[in-house]
């Protein structure tokens, strides 16, 4: 039974590019959730994403934004890089309805460093 | 807003030793789940234990229990028999349960690096 899968597993950006990161949830699960994780700190939620549309969003500026695909796979995409954007990019799924109270499951992320 | 506060940046612990990882949180809701997670080199999430708080008995899954005092709004994590496979960052979590809609979001503390020693 595959996980949560994320690619690329790191990445180097320059200011102001652009990113996209992609993430497939684990099998059976249908809603994905994005965090980023700045060093030495706690995940922070970014949004989260069902039936293909945004449903919930952190504190995340508009440069941040996000796709679902009928297959539930997802991507986030980050316009106009920031060296605050240097981050692990933490995927993680859920079974939805029935499960949105439950335990979400993580990938191992993708570590994006910009310069 | 809930803020979850983890006021212990690194422990150490010894081989088959127990230690105890603090965790506690702000909120005005009476009903939430509260979690811990292990973060080990590989960087994946994994759950370690999961605690509803509209129950009393503290939760436990194997060598890994709880401390979950409601009123104190502290919630910590004891491991007994500390394996070196145990070291990792380990982060609480809390949620607050949804009724209708899509999945609940998690609010972490910013970690406890745990160091198991021979």
């Known amino acids: 039974d595959a996980g949560v899968t994320q690619s690329p597993t790191h990445l180097i950006k320059t200011r102001g590019q652009q990113v996209t990161l992609r993430c497939s949830p684990k099998?059976?699960?249908?809603?994905v959730s994005w965090y980023q994780q700045a060093l030495g700190q706690g995940p922070q939620f970014i949004f989260q994403?069902?039936?293909?549309?945004?449903?919930q969003r952190g504190n995340f500026p508009d440069r941040f934004s996000g796709h679902q695909f009928p297959n539930y796979s997802s991507e986030l995409n980050v316009n106009a890089l920031l060296l605050g954007d240097s981050a692990l990019y933490l995927c993680?799924?859920?079974?939805?309805?029935?499960?949105?109270?439950?335990?979400?499951?993580f990938g191992n992320g993708t570590r994006l460093t910009v310069t | 807003a809930q803020t979850v506060t983890q006021s212990q940046p690194e422990m150490s612990v010894q081989e088959a030793e127990t230690v105890t990882l603090s965790c506690t949180y702000d909120?005005?809701?009476?009903?939430?789940?509260l979690f811990w997670y292990k973060q080990p080199p590989s960087r994946q999430m994994i759950l370690v234990i999961r605690?509803?708080?509209?129950?009393?008995q503290n939760a436990t899954e194997n060598r890994f229990s709880v401390n979950f005092q409601k009123a104190a709004k502290s919630f910590s994590l004891k491991i007994s028999d500390s394996q070196l496979g145990d070291t990792a960052m380990y982060f609480c979590?809390?949620?607050?349960?949804?009724?209708?809609?899509?999945?609940?979001?998690?609010?972490f503390g910013t970690g406890t690096r745990l160091q198991v020693t021979l």
């Open positions: 605690q509803e708080a509209y129950k009393q």
């Open positions: 979590a809390f949620m607050k349960p949804r009724n209708t809609g899509t999945a609940s979001k998690l609010t």
């Open positions: 099998s059976g699960h249908d809603t």
């Open positions: 909120t005005s809701e009476n009903n939430y789940y």
């Open positions: 993680a799924s859920s079974p939805n309805p029935r499960g949105r109270n439950s335990p979400l499951h």
């Open positions: 994403y069902y039936e293909e549309e945004e449903r």
